[in-house]
């Protein structure tokens, strides 16, 4: 075990999701999947997973859609999400009702993400 | 002697003869008393003279006896026959013409009546007796006003009793007036009074006549009511005539008046149609800008994506401290990371102007708006045109709706850009005056001529060349200040420049 903060990435692009990793492993253990679908699937067999961002536009199933899939089970799971769009009102809604805690744009910004993630885990007890 | 007294005689027996013969044939005739009484004594002359002859023809002793009997007889018939010719013929003829008279009198149709000088009743005809039923003489010595013929009416009686004074005076009066039928019906009658007098001029008698008018007058009333009756029917005609053509004036001036409407509405019809044009041609732009938006929101994706791990990457890179101590590993990163970086910048201008938020209640902060405006415009700015800018220090931030905020400065900027054929200057300042940001855009251009700077906001002017300007930028513009409540002004010179100031409230979070 590992006691680095266990995070969910989903992202339909492969790349994305290996620079991620590298970006991200040595301050999280960085779980991916690069569908909705999957991502609910590793969610729900890992109950120590403590922030989720996923890409919004994605096949089959998208960002959003994904989130309320997975906060179904655990309502307090603090997510986001992280696209190359710019803000929709949907995305807007989103996160005026509190089912993401934050819209972040592609390109990332590592230092941005670190910091919101740490806040929001430091912040949650657990899964 | 003997022989001629009979010879004589004779001759008067013949000439009696034939008298008497003549008479007697005429008596046949005419059977009149004094005829006969004449041919009886003609007779008796005769047989006189038969005597006669017989007397000194033979020897008769009594026949003087016979003949002087005979003279006796004879003059008296002679007598009484000369007065029945002559008084008795003129009394006869005096009663047949008195009979006749009468019958005039009494049969003609009209009513005629004699008074006396003092307007007594003394003779009435019998039609009028059996209009009111009068016997005879039953009337005979009344006043006739106070006869049975007037008792229907004190008036009526009036009007007589004035008339018959007037005809007393010698006059003949005629008057209308009315009398009563022994069946009680009221009959008009047409009455005169006429005066006679006597040879020494002294009133003797007043006649009365009176016609029965009452046919005539019923048919007069008639034709008077006919006549009434077509006066009111044209009356009432032309009265419908009247109301028909004030009716159909009106409809007329309804008609008209609906015309004005027609015409009104028409002419609204045309500047609605006008309008929709407009309306039309601004909603092909922004649809043209709708698809523009989705077009770079999806480019700005596709690119964010890739650029996403490229920075990804060079963060790796950086981390894993490759360049350390290879000047030229480090400036190659550093190429990589303000390549990406401009890339980042101009995909994140981009997005600002495809923004398709419907908010007016977003941060928009007027001097990343002009910088983004800026970096749109960087390819047609390079190399030809300097901005200049001169920012205030203090927070320049006001509330509404970044993209239409990013599309008006995005036209103005471009608009001065255009405006300056060859090398320019562009110059921006912004202010702050009593709530209000000021920004101030300067160009050294062509500048706009004083009589058509009224006319830059009006939908499709444009001074452009065809194919270059819609006319709809600053029109569109006009439009998204307004509704952020602030306002564009204009001054321009020829080939001096144009300077638009954009006056925008410094408006705080809405709260909703």
Same mark, same amino acid.
């Given at each position: ?55 919004? #536009? ?9 989130? #309320? ?59 | ?12 027996? @013949? ?20 005829? %006969? ?8 002359? @005769? ?15 009594? *026949? ?63 039609? *009028? ?12 010595? @009344? ?45 008009? %009658? ?12 002294? @009133? ?8 029965? %008018? ?204 255009? *405006? ?93």
């Amino acid at each position: 075990m590992s006691n680095k903060p266990k995070i969910l990435y989903v992202d339909d692009e492969e790349i994305n999701i290996t620079v991620f990793q590298l970006t991200f492993s040595k301050v999280f253990e960085v779980l991916t999947a690069d569908s909705g679908a999957k991502g609910v699937e590793i969610f729900n067999s890992d109950p120590d997973i403590k922030f989720v961002i996923s890409d919004m #536009r994605m096949p089959a199933m998208n960002g959003l859609e994904f989130i #309320r899939k997975i906060k179904n089970v655990c309502e307090h799971i603090p997510c986001s999400i992280l696209s190359g769009y710019q803000q929709s009102p949907e995305i807007l809604s989103a996160l005026d009702n509190g089912e993401i805690v934050e819209y972040l744009m592609k390109p990332f910004n590592k230092g941005a993400i670190e910091e919101l993630i740490l806040k929001h885990v430091n912040g949650v007890a657990g899964n | 002697m003997e022989n001629y007294i009979v010879t004589v005689n004779i001759l008067s027996a @013949l000439i009696l003869s034939l008298s008497a013969v003549i008479v007697f044939v005429r008596l046949y005739r005419n059977r009149v008393q004094y005829k %006969i009484l004449f041919g009886v004594a003609l007779l008796i002359l @005769l047989a006189g003279s038969i005597i006669n002859i017989y007397q000194h023809t033979t020897v008769q002793e009594n *026949a003087e006896e016979f003949e002087q009997i005979l003279s006796i007889l004879f003059l008296p018939i002679l007598i009484f026959a000369i007065y029945e010719s002559i008084i008795g013929e003129q009394l006869r003829n005096r009663i047949k013409s008195e009979q006749k008279f009468k019958g005039i009198f009494d049969q003609t149709f009209s009513f005629v009546g004699l008074l006396d000088g003092e307007g007594r009743l003394l003779e009435a005809n019998s039609t *009028a007796c059996e209009f009111i039923g009068y016997r005879k003489d039953e009337y005979k010595g @009344l006043l006739f006003p106070e006869t049975r013929w007037w008792k229907h009416s004190a008036e009526e009686r009036e009007k007589l009793t004035v008339a018959i004074e007037k005809a007393r005076l010698g006059k003949t009066v005629r008057f209308e007036t009315t009398n009563i039928d022994k069946d009680g019906n009221i009959r008009y %009658i047409d009455l005169s009074l006429k005066p006679i007098h006597d040879s020494h001029d002294n @009133l003797i008698y007043l006649i009365g006549e009176g016609r029965d %008018i009452t046919e005539v007058k019923s048919t007069r009333l008639e034709l008077e009511k006919h006549k009434k009756n077509l006066e009111d029917i044209v009356d009432k005609r032309t009265t419908e005539l009247k109301t028909a053509n004030a009716e159909l004036q009106i409809i007329n001036d309804a008609l008209q008046e609906k015309n004005t409407i027609i015409n009104e509405q028409n002419s609204k019809l045309i500047s609605a149609l006008n309008d929709l044009k407009e309306t039309q041609a601004q909603l092909f732009q922004a649809e043209k800008m709708a698809s523009l938006g989705v077009l770079t929101a999806g480019v700005a994706h596709e690119i964010n994506n890739p650029l996403n791990y490229i920075i990804g990457a060079y963060e790796g890179l950086k981390l894993q401290g490759i360049h350390a101590g290879d000047e030229d590993v480090e400036t190659l990163l550093n190429a990589i990371k303000t390549g990406a970086d401009r890339v980042t910048g101009i995909v994140k201008s981009l997005n600002q102007f495809s923004r398709n938020t419907p908010s007016d209640n977003e941060e928009c902060n007027i001097h990343e708006i002009l910088n983004d405006s800026l970096v749109m415009l960087q390819s047609q700015l390079k190399n030809r045109i300097q901005v200049h800018k001169n920012y205030s220090n203090e927070t320049f931030i006001t509330f509404g709706n970044v993209g239409n905020i990013h599309q008006v400065f995005l036209n103005i900027l471009s608009n001065a850009e255009q *405006a300056i054929e060859g090398a320019g200057e562009i110059a921006i300042k912004t202010s702050k005056k009593d709530n209000h940001l000021i920004i101030a855009i300067s160009d050294t251009g062509k500048g706009i001529e004083k009589d058509e700077l009224t006319k830059i906001t009006d939908p499709f002017y444009t001074t452009k060349d065809p194919g270059k300007g819609t006319g709809l930028g600053l029109s569109i513009a006009f439009g998204i200040i307004k509704d952020h409540g602030g306002s564009l002004e204009f001054e321009s010179e020829v080939n001096k420049g144009t300077t638009v100031t954009v006056i925008l409230p410094q408006k705080g979070i809405k709260h909703e």
